[in-house]
């Protein structure tokens, strides 16, 4: 079974330039979430999808980044403009959904915003 | 929302040695208790977990006990060996009925020394 997929690895931008990362759940996984981790912090929830809705995303902040998940599968978080604070891994997960609650991560993407 | 709170940050021990991380939750409907293990430029991996009817479950190697009277839950791991050097994190997971939220304590570093 194919885990899930995150593009790109490593990405490096200045900062108020906009930046997009890429998510392929695992077939079938109806939630899909987005983590932000900051070097030596847990992973901190920024939003979750149930198949093409938003569950949760109160703590996206909303000025700057924007997600999205089209026909319920793949999805793209977006930040635009970048920040030297938003320098950090980007978590996607997938699970099944409903009471099967086992998440699956990806390799993350790392952003260093100079 | 919940709060999970994670023990030792940093932890240190000897080839063969136990290795005990402890964490608390807030919200009394957290009833999964997964725990993660992230090696370095990996993504978080689900090594074991727990669900609020039972109080401990082992694995080999580890093992995760639950006490939901007083919010603790914690991960034992006997005989450690080098391989299991990595951060940990535990996390607590709430289903709505809608979805699942998982929030994560804010990880253990544990290094195994021969």
């Known amino acids: 079974e194919a885990g899930v997929a995150q593009s790109p690895r490593y990405k490096i931008i200045e900062k108020r330039q906009s930046v997009a990362f890429w998510c392929n759940p695992i077939?079938?996984?109806?939630?899909l979430y987005w983590y932000q981790q900051i070097l030596g912090q847990g992973p901190k929830l920024l939003i979750q999808?149930?198949?093409?809705?938003?569950?949760?995303d109160s703590q996206l902040p909303k000025d700057r980044f924007s997600a999205e998940r089209l026909k319920g599968v793949d999805s793209t978080l977006k930040i635009q403009p970048a920040k030297l604070e938003d320098s950090a891994v980007y978590l996607c997960?997938?699970?099944?959904?409903?009471?099967?609650?086992?998440?699956?991560f990806g390799q993350g993407t790392r952003l260093t915003v100079v | 929302g919940e709060n999970v709170e994670q023990h030792p940050s940093t932890l240190s021990v000897q080839e063969g040695d136990s290795a005990v991380i402890k964490c608390t939750y807030s919200?009394?409907?957290?009833?999964?208790f997964p725990w993660y293990k992230q090696e370095l430029g990996k993504g978080p991996q689900l090594i074991i977990d727990?669900?609020?009817?039972?109080g401990e479950k082992k694995d080999q190697r580890i093992a995760v006990t639950l006490n939901k009277t007083a919010k603790h839950f914690s991960l034992h791991i006997t005989e450690t060996q080098p391989e299991d050097s990595a951060v940990y994190f535990c996390?607590?997971?709430?289903?709505?009925?809608?979805?699942?939220?998982?929030?994560f304590g804010t990880g253990t570093r544990l290094q195994v020394t021969l």
């Open positions: 997960a997938s699970s099944l959904g409903g009471l099967n609650t086992e998440a699956f």
């Open positions: 077939s079938g996984h109806a939630t």
């Open positions: 999808f149930q198949n093409n809705g938003v569950v949760d």
């Open positions: 919200d009394s409907a957290s009833n999964y």
């Open positions: 727990i669900r609020s009817n039972v």
């Open positions: 996390a607590a997971v709430d289903y709505t009925g809608t979805a699942s939220k998982l929030t």
